[in-house]
Protein backbone atom coordinates (compact mmCIF):
# COMPACT_ATOMS: atom_id res chain seq x y z
CA UNK A 1 0.00 0.00 0.00
CA UNK A 2 1.42 3.47 -0.78
CA UNK A 3 0.87 6.60 0.31
CA UNK A 4 1.34 10.23 -0.75
CA UNK A 5 1.54 13.42 1.12
CA UNK A 6 -0.85 16.04 -0.48
CA UNK A 7 -0.28 19.69 0.56
CA UNK A 8 -2.17 22.82 -0.11
CA UNK A 9 0.14 25.88 0.78
CA UNK A 10 -1.02 29.02 0.28
CA UNK A 11 -0.84 32.75 0.69
CA UNK A 12 -2.91 32.59 4.54
CA UNK A 13 -3.17 29.01 4.92
CA UNK A 14 -1.45 25.53 4.95
CA UNK A 15 -2.95 22.25 5.30
CA UNK A 16 -1.76 18.56 4.54
CA UNK A 17 -3.04 15.23 4.36
CA UNK A 18 -1.80 11.65 4.38
CA UNK A 19 -3.38 9.71 1.42
CA UNK A 20 -3.12 6.41 0.25
CA UNK A 21 -2.85 6.40 -3.33
CA UNK A 22 -4.75 3.29 -4.18
CA UNK A 23 -8.12 4.66 -2.59
CA UNK A 24 -7.73 8.73 -2.30
CA UNK A 25 -8.69 7.75 1.52
CA UNK A 26 -7.40 10.58 4.19
CA UNK A 27 -5.25 8.65 6.95
CA UNK A 28 -4.10 11.89 8.66
CA UNK A 29 -4.81 15.10 8.43
CA UNK A 30 -2.68 18.52 9.58
CA UNK A 31 -5.74 20.83 9.37
CA UNK A 32 -3.89 24.48 9.36
CA UNK A 33 -0.31 26.02 9.28
CA UNK A 34 1.19 29.04 8.85
CA UNK A 35 0.23 30.27 5.21
CA UNK A 36 3.01 32.28 2.84
CA UNK A 37 2.83 34.89 4.45
CA UNK A 38 3.31 34.16 8.06
CA UNK A 39 6.69 32.05 6.68
CA UNK A 40 8.62 35.54 6.18
CA UNK A 41 11.56 34.92 7.17
CA UNK A 42 11.26 31.36 8.21
CA UNK A 43 12.66 27.96 6.67
CA UNK A 44 10.82 26.00 4.40
CA UNK A 45 12.40 22.79 4.31
CA UNK A 46 12.97 22.70 8.59
CA UNK A 47 9.09 23.75 8.59
CA UNK A 48 7.96 20.82 6.48
CA UNK A 49 10.58 18.38 7.53
CA UNK A 50 8.69 19.35 11.20
CA UNK A 51 5.41 19.02 10.98
CA UNK A 52 5.30 16.10 8.59
CA UNK A 53 8.31 13.96 10.71
CA UNK A 54 5.32 11.95 12.09
CA UNK A 55 4.36 10.65 8.90
CA UNK A 56 7.39 10.87 6.90
CA UNK A 57 9.31 8.20 9.70
CA UNK A 58 6.81 5.90 10.14
CA UNK A 59 6.97 4.12 6.86
CA UNK A 60 9.61 1.57 7.21
CA UNK A 61 9.39 0.91 3.44
CA UNK A 62 10.79 4.36 2.76
CA UNK A 63 8.85 7.99 3.02
CA UNK A 64 6.12 8.56 1.23
CA UNK A 65 6.68 11.95 -1.22
CA UNK A 66 5.30 15.17 -0.78
CA UNK A 67 3.34 17.06 -3.33
CA UNK A 68 2.59 20.67 -2.53
CA UNK A 69 0.16 23.31 -4.32
CA UNK A 70 -0.37 26.95 -4.33
CA UNK A 71 1.19 30.02 -3.94
CA UNK A 72 4.36 27.44 -2.39
CA UNK A 73 5.91 27.84 -5.76
CA UNK A 74 5.29 31.38 -6.72
CA UNK A 75 8.52 33.85 -6.55
CA UNK A 76 7.78 34.57 -3.19
CA UNK A 77 7.29 30.75 -1.89
CA UNK A 78 9.52 28.10 -1.13
CA UNK A 79 10.84 27.55 -4.55
CA UNK A 80 9.33 29.12 -7.83
CA UNK A 81 7.51 26.42 -10.04
CA UNK A 82 7.01 27.34 -13.80
CA UNK A 83 3.20 28.26 -15.20
CA UNK A 84 2.81 26.75 -18.22
CA UNK A 85 0.25 27.56 -20.55
CA UNK A 86 -3.12 26.63 -21.15
CA UNK A 87 -4.17 23.68 -22.02
CA UNK A 88 -3.49 22.16 -19.25
CA UNK A 89 -3.97 18.15 -18.08
CA UNK A 90 -2.32 16.57 -15.16
CA UNK A 91 0.40 15.21 -17.44
CA UNK A 92 1.52 18.70 -18.04
CA UNK A 93 1.74 19.54 -14.38
CA UNK A 94 3.54 16.04 -13.89
CA UNK A 95 5.95 17.53 -16.55
CA UNK A 96 6.83 20.72 -14.76
CA UNK A 97 7.44 19.58 -11.05
CA UNK A 98 10.44 20.88 -9.45
CA UNK A 99 11.49 20.35 -6.39
CA UNK A 100 11.26 21.44 -2.84
CA UNK A 101 15.06 22.53 -2.05
CA UNK A 102 16.01 20.89 1.42
CA UNK A 103 13.57 17.96 1.18
CA UNK A 104 13.90 14.57 -0.17
CA UNK A 105 11.25 13.59 -2.05
CA UNK A 106 8.84 16.77 -1.56
CA UNK A 107 7.76 18.36 -5.33
CA UNK A 108 5.96 21.77 -6.00
CA UNK A 109 3.25 21.43 -8.32
CA UNK A 110 3.65 24.02 -11.11
CA UNK A 111 0.73 26.57 -11.69
CA UNK A 112 -0.53 28.00 -15.09
CA UNK A 113 -0.95 31.29 -16.43
CA UNK A 114 -3.41 32.27 -19.28
CA UNK A 115 -4.08 34.70 -21.98
CA UNK A 116 -6.94 36.69 -22.48
CA UNK A 117 -8.85 38.17 -25.21
CA UNK A 118 -6.92 41.88 -25.32
CA UNK A 119 -3.68 38.85 -25.17
CA UNK A 120 -3.18 39.92 -21.07
CA UNK A 121 -2.02 37.46 -18.97
CA UNK A 122 -3.92 36.29 -15.86
CA UNK A 123 -2.15 34.01 -13.60
CA UNK A 124 -3.47 30.81 -11.23
CA UNK A 125 -1.25 28.30 -8.37
CA UNK A 126 -3.76 26.07 -6.59
CA UNK A 127 -6.49 26.26 -8.75
CA UNK A 128 -5.55 23.93 -11.39
CA UNK A 129 -5.10 21.45 -9.59
CA UNK A 130 -8.76 21.57 -7.57
CA UNK A 131 -10.15 21.46 -11.41
CA UNK A 132 -8.52 18.47 -12.77
CA UNK A 133 -9.30 17.11 -9.52
CA UNK A 134 -13.08 17.77 -9.62
CA UNK A 135 -13.09 16.57 -12.91
CA UNK A 136 -11.76 13.24 -11.43
CA UNK A 137 -14.69 13.30 -8.71
CA UNK A 138 -17.02 13.69 -10.61
CA UNK A 139 -15.85 11.26 -13.61
CA UNK A 140 -16.33 14.13 -16.39
CA UNK A 141 -14.17 15.84 -18.55
CA UNK A 142 -15.64 18.90 -19.21
CA UNK A 143 -17.22 21.96 -16.98
CA UNK A 144 -17.06 25.24 -16.59
CA UNK A 145 -16.28 25.77 -12.86
CA UNK A 146 -16.10 28.80 -10.18
CA UNK A 147 -13.32 28.75 -7.14
CA UNK A 148 -14.39 31.39 -5.06
CA UNK A 149 -12.04 33.42 -2.66
CA UNK A 150 -9.72 35.96 -2.10
CA UNK A 151 -9.07 35.64 -6.29
CA UNK A 152 -11.82 34.20 -7.37
CA UNK A 153 -11.28 31.88 -10.29
CA UNK A 154 -13.98 30.74 -13.54
CA UNK A 155 -12.52 28.43 -15.43
CA UNK A 156 -13.43 25.64 -17.84
CA UNK A 157 -11.82 21.81 -18.86
CA UNK A 158 -12.40 20.22 -21.91
CA UNK A 159 -10.88 16.98 -22.79
CA UNK A 160 -9.54 16.66 -19.26
CA UNK A 161 -7.86 19.58 -19.63
CA UNK A 162 -8.03 23.17 -18.01
CA UNK A 163 -8.39 25.69 -21.21
CA UNK A 164 -9.43 28.91 -20.21
CA UNK A 165 -9.90 30.84 -16.86
CA UNK A 166 -10.29 34.28 -15.59
CA UNK A 167 -9.67 36.16 -12.09
CA UNK A 168 -11.80 38.38 -10.32
CA UNK A 169 -10.23 39.32 -6.99
CA UNK A 170 -13.43 39.45 -4.87
CA UNK A 171 -12.28 38.51 -1.71
CA UNK A 172 -9.17 40.94 -1.36
CA UNK A 173 -11.65 44.01 -2.19
CA UNK A 174 -14.12 42.84 -0.01
CA UNK A 175 -11.46 42.44 2.93
CA UNK A 176 -10.18 46.17 1.90
CA UNK A 177 -13.19 47.92 1.49
CA UNK A 178 -14.29 46.46 5.10
CA UNK A 179 -10.82 47.09 6.58
CA UNK A 180 -9.35 50.63 5.06
CA UNK A 181 -12.36 52.22 3.26
CA UNK A 182 -15.42 54.44 4.63
CA UNK A 183 -17.84 51.25 3.92
CA UNK A 184 -16.46 49.27 6.29
CA UNK A 185 -16.25 52.51 9.20
CA UNK A 186 -19.48 51.70 10.33
CA UNK A 187 -20.12 47.67 9.47
CA UNK A 188 -20.48 45.61 12.76
CA UNK A 189 -17.52 43.14 12.85
CA UNK A 190 -17.60 39.50 12.78
CA UNK A 191 -21.28 39.99 12.02
CA UNK A 192 -23.55 36.70 11.16
CA UNK A 193 -24.31 36.12 7.32
CA UNK A 194 -27.01 38.52 6.73
CA UNK A 195 -29.53 36.88 3.67
CA UNK A 196 -31.33 39.50 2.96
CA UNK A 197 -29.23 42.44 2.59
CA UNK A 198 -26.74 39.97 0.53
CA UNK A 199 -29.59 39.68 -1.47
CA UNK A 200 -30.28 43.37 -1.55
CA UNK A 201 -26.63 43.66 -2.55
CA UNK A 202 -27.03 40.73 -5.37
CA UNK A 203 -30.28 42.58 -6.77
CA UNK A 204 -28.09 46.19 -6.58
CA UNK A 205 -25.14 44.60 -8.82
CA UNK A 206 -27.12 43.83 -11.78
CA UNK A 207 -27.68 47.93 -12.85
CA UNK A 208 -25.18 48.72 -15.74
CA UNK A 209 -23.44 51.37 -13.48
CA UNK A 210 -20.85 48.80 -12.21
CA UNK A 211 -19.49 47.86 -9.34
CA UNK A 212 -17.43 50.99 -8.19
CA UNK A 213 -21.47 52.82 -8.09
CA UNK A 214 -22.83 50.16 -6.00
CA UNK A 215 -20.66 49.18 -3.54
CA UNK A 216 -21.28 52.88 -2.24
CA UNK A 217 -24.73 52.13 -2.15
CA UNK A 218 -23.88 50.59 1.50
CA UNK A 219 -22.69 54.13 2.31
CA UNK A 220 -26.26 56.02 1.26
CA UNK A 221 -27.88 52.94 2.62
CA UNK A 222 -27.10 52.76 5.97
CA UNK A 223 -27.05 56.85 6.63
CA UNK A 224 -30.84 56.76 5.19
CA UNK A 225 -31.55 53.63 7.96
CA UNK A 226 -32.28 50.97 4.81
CA UNK A 227 -29.38 49.07 6.33
CA UNK A 228 -27.88 48.28 9.55
CA UNK A 229 -24.44 47.83 10.75
CA UNK A 230 -24.91 44.17 10.74
CA UNK A 231 -25.91 43.77 7.82
CA UNK A 232 -22.88 46.09 5.63
CA UNK A 233 -19.93 42.81 5.07
CA UNK A 234 -23.08 40.83 3.76
CA UNK A 235 -24.49 43.74 1.40
CA UNK A 236 -21.01 44.21 0.38
CA UNK A 237 -20.52 40.64 -0.34
CA UNK A 238 -23.63 40.46 -2.13
CA UNK A 239 -22.57 43.29 -4.82
CA UNK A 240 -18.98 42.14 -5.50
CA UNK A 241 -20.32 38.22 -5.74
CA UNK A 242 -23.44 39.70 -8.48
CA UNK A 243 -20.27 41.73 -9.87
CA UNK A 244 -17.71 38.32 -10.24
CA UNK A 245 -20.87 36.10 -11.45
CA UNK A 246 -22.39 38.95 -14.20
CA UNK A 247 -18.55 39.81 -15.17
CA UNK A 248 -18.00 36.01 -15.70
CA UNK A 249 -21.08 34.76 -17.13
CA UNK A 250 -21.59 37.72 -19.47
CA UNK A 251 -22.10 37.26 -23.40
CA UNK A 252 -22.38 33.83 -22.09
CA UNK A 253 -25.26 31.10 -23.37
CA UNK A 254 -26.03 29.08 -20.43
CA UNK A 255 -24.24 25.34 -20.97
CA UNK A 256 -25.20 23.30 -17.83
CA UNK A 257 -24.26 23.76 -13.60
CA UNK A 258 -21.48 25.86 -12.65
CA UNK A 259 -19.35 23.44 -10.40
CA UNK A 260 -18.26 25.24 -7.76
CA UNK A 261 -15.28 24.02 -6.02
CA UNK A 262 -14.99 25.69 -2.33
CA UNK A 263 -14.53 25.80 1.24
CA UNK A 264 -18.18 25.10 3.15
CA UNK A 265 -18.25 28.75 4.02
CA UNK A 266 -18.19 30.30 0.93
CA UNK A 267 -21.20 27.34 -0.60
CA UNK A 268 -23.86 29.03 0.77
CA UNK A 269 -23.11 32.73 -0.59
CA UNK A 270 -22.17 31.82 -3.63
CA UNK A 271 -25.45 29.07 -4.38
CA UNK A 272 -27.47 31.72 -3.17
CA UNK A 273 -26.15 34.73 -5.67
CA UNK A 274 -26.10 31.81 -8.74
CA UNK A 275 -30.06 31.07 -7.93
CA UNK A 276 -30.73 34.66 -8.16
CA UNK A 277 -29.42 34.84 -11.57
CA UNK A 278 -30.65 31.62 -12.58
CA UNK A 279 -27.64 29.40 -12.72
CA UNK A 280 -27.67 25.78 -11.14
CA UNK A 281 -24.72 25.08 -8.98
CA UNK A 282 -23.34 21.25 -7.91
CA UNK A 283 -20.38 21.76 -5.26
CA UNK A 284 -17.22 19.96 -4.67
CA UNK A 285 -15.20 20.35 -1.67
CA UNK A 286 -12.22 22.30 -2.54
CA UNK A 287 -9.95 20.27 -0.11
CA UNK A 288 -10.97 16.77 -1.75
CA UNK A 289 -10.61 18.66 -5.00
CA UNK A 290 -7.19 19.17 -4.19
CA UNK A 291 -6.34 15.79 -2.90
CA UNK A 292 -7.64 14.30 -6.25
CA UNK A 293 -5.93 16.55 -8.38
CA UNK A 294 -2.35 16.37 -6.85
CA UNK A 295 -3.08 12.56 -6.96
CA UNK A 296 -3.92 12.82 -10.59
CA UNK A 297 -0.40 14.49 -10.68
CA UNK A 298 1.10 11.54 -8.84
CA UNK A 299 -0.48 9.49 -10.99
CA UNK A 300 0.59 11.01 -14.55
CA UNK A 301 4.05 11.21 -13.08
CA UNK A 302 4.19 8.04 -12.50
CA UNK A 303 3.13 6.71 -15.50
CA UNK A 304 5.44 9.09 -17.64
CA UNK A 305 8.28 7.50 -15.37
CA UNK A 306 7.39 4.21 -16.64
CA UNK A 307 9.23 2.51 -19.71
CA UNK A 308 7.17 2.81 -23.20
CA UNK A 309 4.81 -0.33 -23.94
CA UNK A 310 5.16 -1.66 -20.04
CA UNK B 1 -19.02 96.83 -2.18
CA UNK B 2 -20.46 93.88 0.20
CA UNK B 3 -17.91 90.87 0.65
CA UNK B 4 -18.90 86.94 1.26
CA UNK B 5 -16.44 84.26 2.82
CA UNK B 6 -16.42 80.86 0.68
CA UNK B 7 -15.18 77.80 2.58
CA UNK B 8 -15.05 74.37 1.05
CA UNK B 9 -14.93 71.80 3.98
CA UNK B 10 -14.40 67.93 2.99
CA UNK B 11 -13.02 65.02 4.92
CA UNK B 12 -9.48 65.48 3.53
CA UNK B 13 -9.07 69.39 2.92
CA UNK B 14 -10.25 72.95 3.97
CA UNK B 15 -10.10 75.45 1.69
CA UNK B 16 -11.58 79.27 2.28
CA UNK B 17 -11.93 82.50 -0.14
CA UNK B 18 -12.79 86.08 0.66
CA UNK B 19 -14.94 86.66 -2.64
CA UNK B 20 -16.26 90.44 -3.76
CA UNK B 21 -20.00 89.71 -3.91
CA UNK B 22 -21.03 92.25 -6.91
CA UNK B 23 -18.19 90.63 -9.18
CA UNK B 24 -16.81 87.36 -7.72
CA UNK B 25 -13.02 88.56 -7.59
CA UNK B 26 -11.21 86.80 -5.21
CA UNK B 27 -9.72 89.37 -2.61
CA UNK B 28 -7.81 86.24 -0.74
CA UNK B 29 -7.83 82.71 -0.11
CA UNK B 30 -6.04 80.54 2.57
CA UNK B 31 -5.44 77.05 0.20
CA UNK B 32 -5.22 74.63 2.86
CA UNK B 33 -6.49 73.81 6.56
CA UNK B 34 -7.57 70.63 8.29
CA UNK B 35 -10.27 68.56 6.86
CA UNK B 36 -12.89 66.90 9.24
CA UNK B 37 -10.68 63.93 9.91
CA UNK B 38 -8.32 66.31 11.06
CA UNK B 39 -10.41 68.11 12.95
CA UNK B 40 -11.45 65.11 14.95
CA UNK B 41 -11.77 66.17 18.67
CA UNK B 42 -10.91 69.58 17.84
CA UNK B 43 -13.63 72.31 18.18
CA UNK B 44 -14.98 73.83 15.08
CA UNK B 45 -16.14 77.31 15.79
CA UNK B 46 -12.67 78.30 17.29
CA UNK B 47 -10.96 76.64 14.93
CA UNK B 48 -13.08 78.65 12.35
CA UNK B 49 -12.60 82.03 13.90
CA UNK B 50 -9.12 81.64 14.37
CA UNK B 51 -7.96 80.58 10.64
CA UNK B 52 -10.68 83.45 9.67
CA UNK B 53 -10.12 86.33 12.27
CA UNK B 54 -8.22 88.60 9.75
CA UNK B 55 -11.06 88.65 7.74
CA UNK B 56 -13.47 88.71 9.91
CA UNK B 57 -12.56 91.66 11.74
CA UNK B 58 -10.79 94.10 9.05
CA UNK B 59 -14.58 95.33 7.29
CA UNK B 60 -15.58 97.47 9.32
CA UNK B 61 -19.30 97.97 8.22
CA UNK B 62 -19.65 94.42 9.61
CA UNK B 63 -18.11 90.74 9.26
CA UNK B 64 -19.05 89.11 5.90
CA UNK B 65 -21.42 86.20 6.05
CA UNK B 66 -19.69 83.09 5.76
CA UNK B 67 -20.95 80.00 4.31
CA UNK B 68 -19.53 76.58 4.21
CA UNK B 69 -20.27 73.82 1.81
CA UNK B 70 -18.97 69.70 2.01
CA UNK B 71 -18.72 67.45 4.54
CA UNK B 72 -18.98 70.22 6.91
CA UNK B 73 -22.54 69.42 7.21
CA UNK B 74 -22.46 66.02 7.57
CA UNK B 75 -23.26 63.76 11.34
CA UNK B 76 -19.80 63.94 11.41
CA UNK B 77 -18.93 67.31 10.75
CA UNK B 78 -19.51 71.07 12.49
CA UNK B 79 -23.30 70.61 12.78
CA UNK B 80 -25.64 68.31 10.07
CA UNK B 81 -27.48 70.36 7.15
CA UNK B 82 -30.51 68.13 5.29
CA UNK B 83 -29.82 66.36 2.17
CA UNK B 84 -32.99 67.51 0.23
CA UNK B 85 -34.16 65.54 -2.43
CA UNK B 86 -34.23 66.43 -6.40
CA UNK B 87 -33.92 68.29 -8.07
CA UNK B 88 -32.35 71.31 -6.06
CA UNK B 89 -31.49 74.31 -7.28
CA UNK B 90 -29.99 77.77 -5.59
CA UNK B 91 -33.29 78.90 -3.73
CA UNK B 92 -33.57 75.30 -2.58
CA UNK B 93 -30.40 75.11 -0.88
CA UNK B 94 -30.72 78.70 0.30
CA UNK B 95 -34.13 77.41 1.91
CA UNK B 96 -32.25 74.50 3.20
CA UNK B 97 -28.85 76.88 5.28
CA UNK B 98 -28.48 75.61 8.78
CA UNK B 99 -26.64 77.92 11.22
CA UNK B 100 -23.29 77.05 12.09
CA UNK B 101 -23.60 76.99 16.38
CA UNK B 102 -20.95 78.67 17.52
CA UNK B 103 -20.24 81.18 14.75
CA UNK B 104 -22.73 84.21 13.73
CA UNK B 105 -23.18 85.42 10.69
CA UNK B 106 -21.68 81.60 9.45
CA UNK B 107 -23.89 78.69 7.39
CA UNK B 108 -23.86 75.27 6.11
CA UNK B 109 -25.35 74.48 2.94
CA UNK B 110 -27.41 71.06 2.95
CA UNK B 111 -26.54 68.69 0.26
CA UNK B 112 -28.86 66.67 -1.70
CA UNK B 113 -29.74 63.06 -1.97
CA UNK B 114 -31.30 61.10 -4.80
CA UNK B 115 -33.20 58.00 -5.44
CA UNK B 116 -31.55 55.21 -8.35
CA UNK B 117 -33.94 53.45 -10.38
CA UNK B 118 -34.26 50.91 -7.97
CA UNK B 119 -35.03 53.20 -4.82
CA UNK B 120 -32.17 52.99 -3.34
CA UNK B 121 -30.66 56.06 -2.35
CA UNK B 122 -27.39 58.06 -3.53
CA UNK B 123 -25.85 60.96 -1.38
CA UNK B 124 -23.89 64.22 -1.91
CA UNK B 125 -22.28 67.01 0.11
CA UNK B 126 -20.46 69.49 -1.72
CA UNK B 127 -20.83 68.83 -5.45
CA UNK B 128 -24.09 70.43 -5.77
CA UNK B 129 -22.67 73.88 -5.69
CA UNK B 130 -20.04 72.89 -7.97
CA UNK B 131 -22.83 71.82 -10.54
CA UNK B 132 -24.34 74.57 -9.83
CA UNK B 133 -21.71 77.44 -9.78
CA UNK B 134 -20.20 75.85 -13.20
CA UNK B 135 -23.63 76.39 -15.14
CA UNK B 136 -23.44 79.62 -13.71
CA UNK B 137 -20.00 79.75 -14.95
CA UNK B 138 -20.22 78.86 -18.50
CA UNK B 139 -23.99 80.81 -18.65
CA UNK B 140 -26.11 77.71 -18.93
CA UNK B 141 -28.84 75.77 -17.40
CA UNK B 142 -28.53 72.49 -18.55
CA UNK B 143 -25.89 69.75 -18.58
CA UNK B 144 -23.91 66.39 -17.72
CA UNK B 145 -21.41 66.51 -15.18
CA UNK B 146 -18.39 64.55 -14.02
CA UNK B 147 -17.05 65.62 -10.66
CA UNK B 148 -14.26 63.41 -10.16
CA UNK B 149 -12.54 62.30 -6.78
CA UNK B 150 -12.75 60.21 -3.67
CA UNK B 151 -16.31 59.31 -4.31
CA UNK B 152 -16.80 60.63 -8.05
CA UNK B 153 -19.76 62.16 -8.94
CA UNK B 154 -22.15 61.82 -12.28
CA UNK B 155 -24.62 64.61 -12.61
CA UNK B 156 -27.41 65.94 -14.53
CA UNK B 157 -28.98 69.88 -14.91
CA UNK B 158 -31.77 70.85 -16.78
CA UNK B 159 -33.45 73.91 -15.99
CA UNK B 160 -31.40 75.30 -13.92
CA UNK B 161 -31.01 72.86 -10.97
CA UNK B 162 -29.17 69.12 -10.45
CA UNK B 163 -31.74 66.98 -11.50
CA UNK B 164 -29.73 63.55 -11.56
CA UNK B 165 -26.77 61.72 -9.89
CA UNK B 166 -25.02 59.03 -9.79
CA UNK B 167 -21.81 58.57 -7.67
CA UNK B 168 -18.64 55.96 -8.06
CA UNK B 169 -16.12 55.17 -5.72
CA UNK B 170 -12.87 55.34 -7.82
CA UNK B 171 -11.10 57.40 -5.66
CA UNK B 172 -11.12 55.57 -2.39
CA UNK B 173 -11.00 52.19 -4.03
CA UNK B 174 -7.62 53.20 -5.76
CA UNK B 175 -6.21 54.30 -2.51
CA UNK B 176 -7.35 51.60 -0.52
CA UNK B 177 -6.04 49.10 -3.45
CA UNK B 178 -3.06 50.55 -3.54
CA UNK B 179 -2.03 51.04 0.19
CA UNK B 180 -3.77 47.62 1.27
CA UNK B 181 -4.23 45.27 -1.32
CA UNK B 182 -1.40 42.44 -3.31
CA UNK B 183 -1.67 45.16 -6.40
CA UNK B 184 -0.33 47.92 -4.44
CA UNK B 185 2.78 45.97 -2.75
CA UNK B 186 5.14 46.29 -5.81
CA UNK B 187 3.91 49.47 -6.72
CA UNK B 188 6.17 52.64 -6.88
CA UNK B 189 5.18 55.40 -4.52
CA UNK B 190 4.64 58.63 -5.60
CA UNK B 191 5.57 57.33 -9.13
CA UNK B 192 4.84 60.24 -11.88
CA UNK B 193 1.42 59.72 -14.04
CA UNK B 194 2.25 57.19 -16.88
CA UNK B 195 0.15 57.83 -19.79
CA UNK B 196 1.02 54.73 -21.99
CA UNK B 197 0.11 52.53 -18.68
CA UNK B 198 -2.92 54.99 -18.07
CA UNK B 199 -3.90 54.23 -21.51
CA UNK B 200 -3.61 50.06 -20.89
CA UNK B 201 -5.52 50.14 -18.08
CA UNK B 202 -8.16 52.18 -19.70
CA UNK B 203 -8.24 49.39 -22.71
CA UNK B 204 -8.59 46.55 -20.59
CA UNK B 205 -11.83 47.94 -18.27
CA UNK B 206 -13.95 47.81 -21.72
CA UNK B 207 -13.85 44.00 -21.60
CA UNK B 208 -16.68 42.76 -19.91
CA UNK B 209 -15.62 40.96 -17.21
CA UNK B 210 -15.91 44.67 -15.35
CA UNK B 211 -13.56 46.20 -12.71
CA UNK B 212 -12.97 43.04 -10.36
CA UNK B 213 -10.87 40.97 -13.01
CA UNK B 214 -9.38 44.01 -15.04
CA UNK B 215 -7.73 45.63 -11.31
CA UNK B 216 -6.16 42.35 -11.30
CA UNK B 217 -4.88 42.31 -14.37
CA UNK B 218 -1.98 44.49 -13.05
CA UNK B 219 -0.67 41.39 -11.36
CA UNK B 220 -0.60 39.18 -14.27
CA UNK B 221 1.30 42.37 -16.23
CA UNK B 222 3.98 42.90 -13.25
CA UNK B 223 4.72 39.31 -12.84
CA UNK B 224 5.31 38.53 -16.51
CA UNK B 225 7.38 41.81 -16.71
CA UNK B 226 4.37 43.64 -19.15
CA UNK B 227 3.74 46.14 -16.39
CA UNK B 228 6.89 47.94 -14.68
CA UNK B 229 6.63 49.14 -10.77
CA UNK B 230 6.56 52.65 -12.01
CA UNK B 231 3.00 52.50 -13.87
CA UNK B 232 1.18 49.96 -11.62
CA UNK B 233 -0.72 53.24 -10.03
CA UNK B 234 -1.22 54.38 -13.27
CA UNK B 235 -2.66 51.27 -14.91
CA UNK B 236 -4.65 50.99 -11.76
CA UNK B 237 -6.10 54.72 -12.76
CA UNK B 238 -6.98 53.57 -16.04
CA UNK B 239 -9.11 50.55 -15.50
CA UNK B 240 -11.34 52.42 -12.62
CA UNK B 241 -11.41 55.90 -14.25
CA UNK B 242 -12.35 53.48 -17.66
CA UNK B 243 -14.99 51.66 -15.89
CA UNK B 244 -16.12 54.74 -13.63
CA UNK B 245 -16.97 56.37 -17.46
CA UNK B 246 -18.18 53.04 -18.98
CA UNK B 247 -20.44 52.91 -16.11
CA UNK B 248 -21.70 56.37 -16.16
CA UNK B 249 -22.47 56.31 -20.10
CA UNK B 250 -24.08 52.76 -19.50
CA UNK B 251 -27.02 53.30 -22.06
CA UNK B 252 -26.97 56.61 -22.71
CA UNK B 253 -26.92 58.30 -25.91
CA UNK B 254 -24.21 60.61 -26.87
CA UNK B 255 -25.56 63.89 -25.94
CA UNK B 256 -22.97 66.41 -26.11
CA UNK B 257 -19.90 67.53 -23.83
CA UNK B 258 -19.58 66.35 -20.72
CA UNK B 259 -18.57 68.93 -18.35
CA UNK B 260 -15.67 67.93 -15.89
CA UNK B 261 -15.26 70.11 -12.51
CA UNK B 262 -12.44 69.00 -10.72
CA UNK B 263 -9.01 69.80 -9.67
CA UNK B 264 -6.09 70.44 -12.17
CA UNK B 265 -4.58 67.02 -11.34
CA UNK B 266 -7.35 64.99 -12.50
CA UNK B 267 -8.26 66.76 -15.47
CA UNK B 268 -5.75 65.45 -17.65
CA UNK B 269 -6.46 61.18 -16.90
CA UNK B 270 -10.20 62.08 -16.79
CA UNK B 271 -9.53 64.12 -20.40
CA UNK B 272 -7.91 61.52 -21.36
CA UNK B 273 -9.90 58.06 -20.51
CA UNK B 274 -13.03 60.20 -21.97
CA UNK B 275 -11.62 60.76 -25.03
CA UNK B 276 -10.37 57.35 -25.79
CA UNK B 277 -14.52 56.43 -25.15
CA UNK B 278 -15.43 59.14 -27.89
CA UNK B 279 -16.34 62.19 -25.30
CA UNK B 280 -15.82 65.44 -25.58
CA UNK B 281 -14.72 67.34 -22.60
CA UNK B 282 -15.16 71.09 -21.08
CA UNK B 283 -13.36 71.61 -17.95
CA UNK B 284 -14.33 74.12 -15.62
CA UNK B 285 -11.88 74.29 -12.53
CA UNK B 286 -13.80 73.03 -8.93
CA UNK B 287 -12.69 76.04 -7.21
CA UNK B 288 -14.07 78.59 -9.23
CA UNK B 289 -17.52 76.36 -9.57
CA UNK B 290 -17.79 76.19 -5.29
CA UNK B 291 -16.93 79.80 -5.08
CA UNK B 292 -19.66 80.68 -7.77
CA UNK B 293 -22.12 78.03 -6.65
CA UNK B 294 -22.08 79.40 -2.96
CA UNK B 295 -22.29 82.75 -4.77
CA UNK B 296 -25.57 81.83 -6.04
CA UNK B 297 -26.81 80.33 -3.00
CA UNK B 298 -26.16 83.57 -1.45
CA UNK B 299 -28.17 85.60 -4.00
CA UNK B 300 -30.84 83.26 -3.61
CA UNK B 301 -30.77 83.76 0.08
CA UNK B 302 -31.35 87.28 -0.49
CA UNK B 303 -33.76 87.25 -3.05
CA UNK B 304 -35.50 85.49 -0.55
CA UNK B 305 -35.69 87.47 2.20
CA UNK B 306 -36.58 90.73 0.01
CA UNK B 307 -39.94 91.92 0.24
CA UNK B 308 -42.28 90.60 -2.43
CA UNK B 309 -42.37 93.08 -5.38
CA UNK B 310 -39.37 94.92 -4.22
Known sequence: MSRLIVIDWGTTQFRAWLVERESGAVLDTIPSGPGLRAMAGRDFPEHARAVLAPWRAENGEGTPPVLMAGMVGAPSGWRKAGQPPLP???A???AGLVEATGLPGAWIVPGVHARGAGGHVDVMRGEEVQV???LALLGRSDGRFCLPGTHSKWARAEGGRL????????????AVLLGHSIL??????DAPFDPAAFDQGVAQAEGPEGPLHHLFSSRGRFLYGELGAEGIASFLSGVLIGAELDGALAGETPAGPVILVGGAALR????RAMEARGVTVEWVPADAATRA???????ARDTAARPHGS
Open 88 to 90: VGS
Open 92 to 94: DLA
Open 132 to 134: LGA
Open 163 to 174: TAFTTFMTGEVR
Open 184 to 189: GEPAAP
Open 268 to 271: APYT
Open 293 to 299: GVMAVAN
